[in-house]
């Protein structure tokens, strides 16, 4: 399939580590973040939110922290595995408003 | 989650012609969107589809260039009009459900277009 990821950040790993994937955002009003999985020609899936009221959330393999005081938001996955490859997107969204903003995308690329 | 088609999946079509892009959803949802997704980048999202009411374009993008129908909850279409080969993207639509808020939503396989 046609790739997304090709002027993309990269984040290479070993089959079995932990992969952190980190986002930056701008928008302080901003409340809701969601992680995005996009496989080469695919859309992107859905994999975990947040909401500004948490700091950490734990789902499986993987964990979404928080920090609302320097806008940042990370992705842990534990023991990653080759099948994780792919672009890997933030997205941020403010009540009352129905959109979300997605952020540039991160490719991560796990070597067996 | 919602089971999403989108149709066609890949077509290249020359400049100054329009695609007429489909996207059905297995159920009914509340809100549907188009995205565009240029080689290479991040999403960026064209218009909200309303049902049965003009749809919602983000700064950027226009009716003219991107109108959109939205008949009924399960079907929308994005028709890209008077294509340049700047057009050559991905395009995507999403879906958010009853119940989930507007914010999680399931994204279709996309459309690749490429414009010659």
């Known amino acids: 399939g046609e790739s997304v990821g090709l002027h993309l950040p990269t984040l290479s790993v070993q089959e079995g580590d932990n992969s952190i994937i980190n986002c930056a955002y701008s928008n302080s009003a901003s409340d809701y973040f969601i992680w995005y999985k996009q496989e080469s020609g695919k859309g992107p899936q859905f994999i975990i939110d947040?909401?500004?009221?948490?700091d950490k959330r734990q789902g499986q393999r993987v964990t979404v922290l928080l920090n609302k005081t320097v806008k940042h938001l990370s992705l842990q996955i534990a023991a990653t595995q080759p099948g994780d490859s792919a672009v890997y997107f933030c997205a941020e969204a403010s009540s009352g408003y129905s959109t979300l903003t997605f952020g540039k995308g991160t490719m991560l690329l796990v070597s067996p | 989650s919602a089971v999403i088609s989108q149709k066609p999946s890949r077509d290249i079509c020359q400049r100054g012609t329009s695609l007429t892009i489909q996207c059905q959803v297995d159920?009914?949802?509340?809100?549907m969107f188009w995205y565009r997704q240029q080689p290479g980048q991040s999403l960026t999202l064209i218009a909200t589809?309303?049902?049965?009411?003009?749809?919602?374009?983000e700064s950027g993008f226009v009716i003219d260039k991107f109108p959109i129908s939205r008949p009924n909850l399960t079907f929308s279409t994005l028709t890209v009009s008077n294509m340049s080969p700047e057009d050559s993207s991905i395009y995507l639509c999403?879906?958010?459900?009853?119940?989930?808020?507007?914010?999680?939503?399931?994204f279709g396989p996309g459309t690749r277009l490429t414009v010659t």
């Open positions: 999403s879906v958010a459900k009853a119940g989930q808020g507007p914010y999680e939503q399931y």
């Open positions: 947040i909401r500004s009221n948490m």
């Open positions: 159920s009914q949802v509340t809100m």
């Open positions: 589809a309303n049902q049965g009411s003009e749809a919602t374009y």
